[in-house]
């Protein structure tokens, strides 16, 4: 099985910072088409989870361009731009390659 | 609206047995996998099942083989879990969600439903 990890796992951030999550995975996430096969998903709380970053880098429809999803292979980041009050909750990664398998979560928080 | 609603969640015993449903609408349901997926009090998400778009292919995750089995029937736009001997370690809220093929991702969820497993 394919064991995604991310950090840190808690993420205080003051409103109008940038913000950093990262992911690794245990085995490589490119596939020979070339893309990686990597997702973020938002769950904000009490809410269902909402997917963000499709294939490593692509916004999903309605996303805010103050997300952003880079890496390669097994090391992979999302970067908030400028944190508002509204990203609170807790993002996930996930790998779609051989089933899928999340990161533990990364619940982020206002100052 | 593009909306999933699932239903029949409950209280059940150890070893009972459960069916949950999910009701597809604004999209087409025919042209797309579909998943189970469940997230346990507190923790994190959990992938559970999938089938083909005509049924013909389902995937378990190790922990619910051969108890678990998900079904759909097209013409009702409805997708279905049956959940027997149920264990305290399946409690948790299950979801459906689309599997969106060309994003490798699930880009539609339910609200959820919860499940709890306890005597």
């Known amino acids: 099985d394919i064991v995604m990890t991310q950090s840190p796992l808690s993420l205080p951030v003051i409103p109008g910072e940038p913000a950093s999550i990262s992911c690794r995975s245990s085995?490589?996430?490119?596939?020979?088409?070339?893309?990686?096969?990597l997702d973020w998903y938002l769950q904000k709380p009490g809410r269902s989870p909402q997917l963000l970053i499709y294939l490593g880098s692509n916004r999903a429809s309605g996303v805010p361009d103050r997300f952003s999803g880079s890496g390669s292979g097994t090391d992979f980041t999302l970067k908030i731009s400028r944190v508002e009050a509204e990203d609170v909750g807790v993002y996930y990664c996930?790998?779609?390659?051989?089933?899928?398998?999340f990161g533990q979560g990364t619940k982020l928080e206002i100052k | 609206e593009v909306q999933l609603v699932e239903s029949g969640g409950g209280l059940v015993q150890p070893g009972g047995s459960l069916r949950l449903s999910c009701a597809a609408s604004g999209f087409t349901f025919t042209n797309s996998w579909m998943s189970w997926l469940r997230q346990a009090p507190g923790k994190g998400l959990e992938w559970v099942a999938n089938?083909?778009?005509?049924?013909?292919?389902?995937y378990y995750v190790d922990s619910v083989k051969g108890r678990f089995t998900i079904s759909r029937d097209n013409a009702k736009n409805s997708l279905s879990l049956q959940m027997n001997s149920l264990r305290a370690e399946d409690t948790a809220v299950y979801y459906c969600a689309r599997v969106n093929s060309q994003y490798a991702a699930f880009d539609i969820w339910g609200q959820g439903t919860m499940v709890t497993v306890s005597s």
């Open positions: 089938i083909k778009r005509d049924g013909s292919e389902k």
């Open positions: 085995q490589s996430l490119l596939h020979s088409d070339g893309y990686n096969y």
């Open positions: 996930m790998q779609p390659l051989q089933a899928y398998t």
